[in-house]
């Protein structure tokens, strides 16, 4: 069984610029959730989405968004880069309706000059 | 504002040695979970607690829940080298689809 696929692995972008991630969940995981994992800051939750629906956000400000597709799989946009998004973005699925166990992809690592 | 504490941060230690890593909540919730990260890599899951005295065990990692005192601990008999790594504890945070995460424990196991 495939695990969580997340694109790109790596990138650079430069302040200002927006970009946008891509998480493929295991097959027949409906929930998808995302997470920014810093040094300074740890890992923090972005976002939560079960059948296409956003049913929690974390603090960050607007300039991340996402969305769901009907095929579970799902995509960040950051706009307006700024230095302190440079982290590794991890998306996780789940099977369950609940935060359960998730299953984590590799990560994207963005580094935003 | 539910918070997840780890300590230690940092453990070096010896092969062949016990330790425990302990993880302390700040509200109550029923649902712990740990994890493993490696350098460079992603997260994996390793015990789902999901009630009061809750134990897990997995060959030299074993992990246990208690809700009333709202901590966690993760127990590592006879470390050996492979289990250098960073583990992670995590909380359910009033069952709204997010986990809030310990600062993690890194773990250096030295032969």
């Known amino acids: 069984k495939a695990g969580v696929t997340q694109t790109p692995r790596y990138l650079i972008k430069t302040r200002g610029q927006q970009v946008t991630l891509s998480c493929s969940p295991i097959?027949?995981?409906?929930?998808v959730s995302w997470y920014q994992q810093t040094p300074g800051q740890g890992l923090q939750f972005l976002f939560e989405y079960f059948s296409e629906t956003q049913r929690n956000k974390g603090n960050f400000p607007g300039r991340f968004s996402g969305r769901q597709f009907s095929n579970s799989r799902s995509e960040m946009n950051v706009s307006t880069l700024e230095l302190g998004d440079s982290a590794l973005y991890l998306c996780?699925?789940?099977?369950?309706?609940?935060?359960?166990?998730?299953?984590f992809g590799e990560g994207s690592r963005l580094t935003v000059l | 504002e539910l918070k997840v504490e780890q300590n230690p941060l940092f453990l070096s230690m010896q092969e062949g040695k016990n330790y425990t890593i302990y993880c302390n909540y700040s509200?109550?919730?029923?649902?712990l979970y740990w994890y493993r990260q490696d350098p460079g890599k992603s997260l994996e899951s390793l015990f789902v607690?999901?009630?009061n005295g809750a134990v897990k065990q997995e060959g030299r990692l074993m992990a246990s829940l208690d809700t009333k005192a709202r901590l966690s601990t993760l127990h590592i008999t006879a470390a050996v080298h492979d289990l250098s790594a960073t583990y992670f504890c995590a909380v359910d945070k009033d069952s709204n689809y997010q986990l809030i995460w310990g600062a993690g424990t890194k773990l250096i196991i030295k032969p």
């Open positions: 996780a699925s789940s099977p369950v309706a609940l935060a359960g166990e998730l299953f």
């Open positions: 509200t109550t919730s029923d649902r």
């Open positions: 097959s027949g995981h409906r929930s």
């Open positions: 607690l999901l009630s």
